[in-house]
């Protein structure tokens, strides 16, 4: 055992290796998407008969009872029933984790770049600079003033990016939201 996690003592030429995981993997996989790596009694969510008989088939192959499992899923399945797809993993050790099974598709290239902005600030800030361009971009020439100008284009921008700045901050405190890099293994709700 390490870290209270137990090890499971599995016959490592029987493995699939494209399916062994470090735990940095799995991080980097979880912040990309923002998803979450628990042990599966925190998960409320149903486990596909598929996947109990590929943990079946796994412990009689290699003649031992599975424990420790782990789930790679969204937020919301870790507190109430969902249709999003997780990952089951069994740790098999020094950090490295062996996935099971997988379904669903929550690791959607459309997911990724959906979950982009909450990688961490500086994406957002990004984000934020982007839409309110695109919204100066918007805005009609001659609205405030007669003459078009660029001072008056970048005064305009830099409202709209705190318009839409203080609606992200607002959002983001209000809702209790955080970044993927610290909500990846938290098992606390407001993370």
């Not at 980097?28 to 149903?46: M, N, P, Q, T």
């Not at 099971?100 to 961490?120: A, T």
């Not at 957002?124 to 919204?135: G, K, Y």
Request: with cysteine.
């Amino acid at each position: 055992m390490s870290n209270g996690t137990p090890n499971n003592s599995f016959n490592f030429d029987l493995l699939e290796s494209s399916r062994i995981y470090h735990i940095n993997d799995i991080k980097k996989i979880c912040i990309d998407y923002r998803l979450r790596f628990l042990d599966s009694k925190y998960f409320k969510g149903d486990i596909p008969v598929e996947a109990l008989s590929k943990v079946k088939a796994l412990e009689k192959e290699h003649d031992l009872k599975i424990k420790g499992f782990k789930i790679i899923a969204p937020s919301k399945l870790f507190k109430l029933e969902d249709k999003d797809d997780p990952l089951l993993f069994a740790p098999i050790g020094n950090g490295y984790h062996y996935l099971i099974h997988q379904w669903g598709n929550d690791l959607h290239p459309l997911r990724k770049i959906i979950m982009w902005p909450f990688k961490g600030m500086v994406n957002l800030t990004i984000l934020v600079l982007l839409l309110s361009f695109l919204v100066t971009l918007l805005i009609p020439d001659g609205l405030f003033s007669k003459s078009n100008s660029t001072t008056e284009f970048w005064i305009i921008n830099f409202f709209m990016f705190k318009c839409i700045a203080s609606v992200v901050i607002f959002y983001g405190f209000a809702l209790g939201k955080n970044f993927n890099p610290a909500i990846w293994n938290s098992k606390y709700f407001n993370s």
